[in-house]
């Protein structure tokens, strides 16, 4: 069964940071790539960061660069958002997604991907 559950949302100042985390069962982690989107309110969803299976291989967004770190830990099936120097913005969803085969041209797109987590909230105030 597929099984994506995110954590590690929550309310945080300006500047501060925050780790998400995508528990996932083995069967939705193994060999597949992993990413983050966010979804503020009234948006689209939009991509943030990816990550292949080895971990040795990341992309993201021009928004998130020097700030945000994506990571995986394969033995506990589970992947990480690692979000500093926060910026103010109301309450954003934070969503882990699988993605399988080949993504490296189209890993921003929502429609690479397969399986998506429920969200996490995260809102940074001023």
């Known amino acids: 069964q597929v099984q994506l559950v995110e954590s590690g949302g929550g309310l945080v100042q300006a500047g501060g940071s925050l780790r998400l985390s995508c528990a996932a069962s083995p069967r939705t982690f193994i060999r597949h790539g992993m990413g983050w989107f966010r979804q503020p309110p009234g948006k689209e969803r939009e991509f943030v960061r990816v990550i292949n299976w080895s971990g040795d291989m990341t992309y993201y967004a021009d928004s998130v660069k020097g700030r945000f770190t994506i990571s995986r830990d394969n033995a506990k099936n589970t992947l990480y958002l690692q979000m500093n120097s926060l910026k103010p913005e109301k309450t954003v969803v934070y969503y882990c997604?699988?993605?399988?085969?080949?993504?490296?041209?189209?890993?921003?797109?929502?429609?690479?991907?397969?399986?998506w987590g429920q969200g996490t909230q995260v809102t940074v105030s001023s």
């Open positions: 997604a699988t993605v399988e085969g080949e993504y490296y041209s189209s890993y921003a797109r929502r429609e690479t991907y397969d399986y």
